[in-house]
Every structure is written in C-alpha cells, then in structure tokens.
C-alpha cells in the first residue's frame, strides 16, 4: 500500500492536477480571506463555510484519474500481479487524494494562526471546522473515486464526480423545499451541510463523526468491490 500511496501522490505533482487543485483553494481562500480581514472581522466561519462548497466542488479534481487511469492504460494488470490485495490498492490511492485534499485546507489554519495575535480565537470552533471539512473530504473523495472507477475517461470521471458533488450541496436546500415529511427527514439525515453544520458550531456529535466515515467506508468498500470484480475477470 506504501508504494501505491508514494506513486499516486507524486504523480499529483508529475502532472499539473495536484497544482491546479491547491492553487484554486488557496486563491478562493486567500480571496475569502482577505474580504474578512479587509471588513476589520475576525469571525473565520464565512471562510469555511465558502470552503465546504469549494473543496466539494474542486473533489472531482483529485479524483477523475485516480482510478480511470490505470484502466485506460491498461497498468491494472501490473498493479493485480503484484502481491498487494484489491483493498491495498484503493486504500494507497484514496489516501494520496487525501493528502492532498489536507494540503489544501490546511491554509485555513495557517489564516487563523495569523489573524490569531490580533483578534480572540475560538479555537473549538476553528478545530470543528477543520475536522468537519476533512470528514467531507474523506466521505466526498470516497464517492468520486468510487465513479471514477467505473470508467476509463478522466472527463466522464470528472462530470460524474462534479454532478454527485452538485447532488451532494443540494441535499439541504432539497430538504427544505419538500412537504413531506418523511422523505425531509432522510434527506436531513444524508446531508452533509446538516451533518457538517453541528461541527462548525464546536459541536462534536458521534451521529456526525460515524455518518462521515460510514459514507466514506461504504464507497471505498464499493470501489474495492468494483477493482476485485475486474481482477479475477481479467478486464
């Protein structure tokens, strides 16, 4: 799984995909940033709270290849013969998306630790931000993936991944448009902004904590599923 991980994630940075992603973050957040300091605020949660939608949005980045790739290259055969396990496989390309995903929003704290000698720092609050944004990324990279494998081209990948995300941001504004009750409910209980929103207040609810990573358990399980299927198929 190490070596895959090393591969994957040196390849983000072979290839222009691993800076196209981190100089988006970095820009829109810098730019959100700025709008902040510049209103004389320093309440940093308008500047996760534009994350949550960006780094959803840009998800599909870091994903459309990590899977595809290797299909449209034929290089899985290579990868099969290896005495690595399916699950190995997936787990070493989930987590370099990962890593980068982190390397991304990690400028959020490096805002913080800045406007931090100037303004008081509610830092239960910038720590539940954090961790709800990496939650959504773990959960939102293992969905993606989970698309991305289920084609050898990176643009089906990537409008796959873009419209599960769209689908995804939608959820909460669905919810609230819908009469009935029942289904308002599930769609409340999947949502990610609903499960996110608790940990932008400091709130740290295991419900949230265990939606995140079953959402993320469950794809990643999927994608295994999908790559195991093609390995003994020999396709």
């Not at 009469?179 to 709130?203: C, D, E, M």
């Amino acid at each position: 799984m190490t070596a895959i991980f090393l591969r994957e994630l040196n390849s983000y940075f072979i290839s222009p995909i691993g800076y196209v992603y981190l100089a988006a973050v970095y820009v829109l957040a810098g730019y959100e940033y700025a709008i902040l300091i510049l209103g004389g605020s320093a309440d940093l949660s308008n500047e996760f709270a534009f994350l949550y939608t960006v780094t959803l949005l840009l998800t599909p980045i870091l994903t459309m290849r990590l899977m595809s790739e290797d299909k449209k290259q034929k290089t899985e055969q290579a990868l099969f013969s290896a005495p690595v396990t399916s699950g190995a496989i997936v787990a070493g390309k989930y987590f370099s998306a990962f890593v980068v995903y982190l390397a991304g929003v990690a400028v959020t704290l490096l805002h913080t630790v800045f406007l931090a000698p100037y303004a008081k720092i509610n830092w239960m609050i910038i720590i539940g931000n954090f961790v709800g944004i990496a939650l959504m990324g773990l959960a939102g990279i293992a969905l993606c993936m989970y698309i991305s494998a289920q084609t050898e081209n990176q643009i089906v990948a990537a409008v796959g991944g873009l419209a599960a995300m769209l689908l995804v941001i939608s959820l909460n504004s669905l919810a609230g448009v819908i009469p009935f009750g029942p289904v308002q409910k599930a769609l409340y209980a999947i949502s990610f902004y609903s499960r996110y929103h608790n940990l932008t207040l400091g709130i740290f609810k295991v419900s949230d904590l265990f939606f995140f990573i079953s959402f993320a358990s469950v794809f990643f399980f999927l994608t295994t599923r999908v790559l195991e299927k093609r390995r003994w198929s020999g396709k």
